[in-house]
């Protein structure tokens, strides 16, 4: 009686570390040789096809945003830091499942950062965020839905000095350290704003597992460049897209033109298809820039999600990784002009003429929003407006002299959005004839 008691313990007991070790961490590695690389999970090959994802999460809105993952065709997201939603993305990732990219976020010295940081001499600094990282991993490794740990985004970039950058990039070596001790079971990337960060990197952080990148219209040589600096270790594009702000012509206010919906699409579609995809070996894979952030200059720029609705991009990565095409397309603005762009006073009338089709002839509804070019990242917000004829509008110029970026948001009751914008300049009166 007591042997078959002790048998059915014992049979129980299995069955449980089994079950535990299914649920919980999953083993990714990066394994083969210099050109042949790829990430294994749990001993089977993991190409990543991955999006950025940086919106807040919660029982009411991340099933909808992960059954749009699912159906678009990627396996995983990668996020900029940790917060209060992680652990319910990282649960609800395993249910649809998505790998993730946990990021680990560090100070930046550049506009937007809430304070500088010295990686030189900012001792206390490396100490507190050393336990913070210690504690975040502790806390998130065991969750199968996690695929690496990604530390820092652009950090190198913000840095003038060489020492600081020096200073940075072995601070990050003290990090990948410290996470390999807590969680073997996991590969470390770091980001870069193009290859600005690998040098050093190459340098002074050996722990490194994976070179990263933020790269959009620099996919056509990223390839030359890690073949140029000499990286014994595979790349992953951690941000791919259109060309940005950066990157493009700018209008006679200064200010970048933003590139149309169809153009923004292509993008997305030939850098995978010619640069990313064709390179499979050399990188591990690509994260698009970005599935949905906030409503604000960044997000019409680069969201293939705008409020819920899909955009021309979002429709062109489905094709290129389904290999099928949506039932239902976005609108299209054929025309966009504006009777005044720049020398525009307070509280102007501005005509705006806008043309927009359907292709399936669905009911189109288009209504105009603005951002402050300086204060981008507080958002866009409804601007005034009147329709005056079947292509004709009139906008309400802002009361506050400045540079400012208009917006038509164009719907077709299908779930789907066109998001296209122009810069505008409103003066003083004093400033006009001068």
């Not at 995983?76 to 652990?87: A, E, N």
């Not at 089709?357 to 601007?383: A, H, Q, S, T």
């Not at 009147?386 to 506050?400: G, Q, R, Y």
């Amino acid at each position: 009686m007591k042997k078959k008691s002790l048998l059915l313990l014992l049979s129980i007991c299995m069955t449980f570390f089994c079950a535990l070790e299914s649920i919980w961490a999953r083993q990714v590695k990066v394994v083969g040789s210099q050109g042949s690389w790829q990430l294994m999970v749990d001993g089977a090959p993991f190409y990543i096809k991955g999006v950025g994802f940086a919106k807040t999460v919660h029982a009411g809105n991340i099933d909808y945003y992960f059954n749009e993952m699912k159906k678009i065709g990627l396996n995983s997201f990668r996020t900029w830091g940790t917060g209060d939603d992680t652990s319910l993305m990282l649960e609800k990732a395993e249910e649809y499942g998505l790998m993730v990219d946990v990021g680990i976020w560090l100070l930046q010295n550049k506009k937007g950062e809430p304070k500088a940081v010295d990686y030189v001499k900012g001792e206390k600094y490396k100490r507190k965020t050393l336990r913070e990282i210690e504690e975040q991993v502790k806390k998130l490794k065991d969750y199968p839905s996690v695929l690496m740990w990604n530390v820092g985004n652009e950090v190198v970039m913000s840095l003038k000095t060489e020492e600081e950058k020096i200073a940075y990039a072995k601070f990050v070596e003290k990090i990948c350290k410290l996470i390999h001790k807590i969680d073997p079971s996991h590969p470390i990337t770091s980001t870069t704003a193009w290859s600005f960060a690998w040098p050093y990197f190459k340098k002074y952080t050996p722990s490194l597992d994976i070179y990263g990148t933020n790269i959009y219209g620099g996919v056509v040589v990223i390839k030359e460049e890690w073949e140029k600096i000499g990286i014994d270790k595979p790349y992953l594009i951690t941000e791919y897209g259109p060309h940005g702000e950066w990157e493009v012509s700018v209008d006679k206010n200064g200010q970048p033109i933003i590139p149309s919906e169809e153009s923004k699409a292509k993008a997305y579609f030939n850098g995978w298809k010619h640069y990313i995809e064709k390179n499979k070996g050399l990188n591990l894979g690509a994260y698009a820039f970005a599935f949905e952030g906030g409503e604000d200059f960044c997000g019409a720029w680069f969201n293939i999600f705008m409020l819920g609705k899909k955009r021309t991009s979002y429709w062109k990565i489905y094709e290129m990784l389904t290999g099928k095409k949506g039932k239902n397309k976005p609108p299209l603005v054929c025309k966009f002009e504006l009777s005044k762009f720049t020398d525009i006073y307070p509280g102007e009338n501005v005509n705006v003429y806008l043309e927009v089709k359907d292709p399936d002839k669905d009911k189109l509804n288009c209504v105009f929003k603005m951002c402050n070019r300086k204060l981008w990242d507080e958002g866009i917000y409804p601007v005034i407006f009147e329709k005056k004829k079947k292509k004709e509008f009139v906008i309400t110029a802002p009361d506050k002299p400045g540079i400012y970026f208009l917006y038509v948001y164009v719907t077709d009751g299908k779930g789907n959005i066109a998001v296209e914008g122009k810069s505008i300049k409103i003066i003083e009166k004093k400033e006009k004839g001068k």
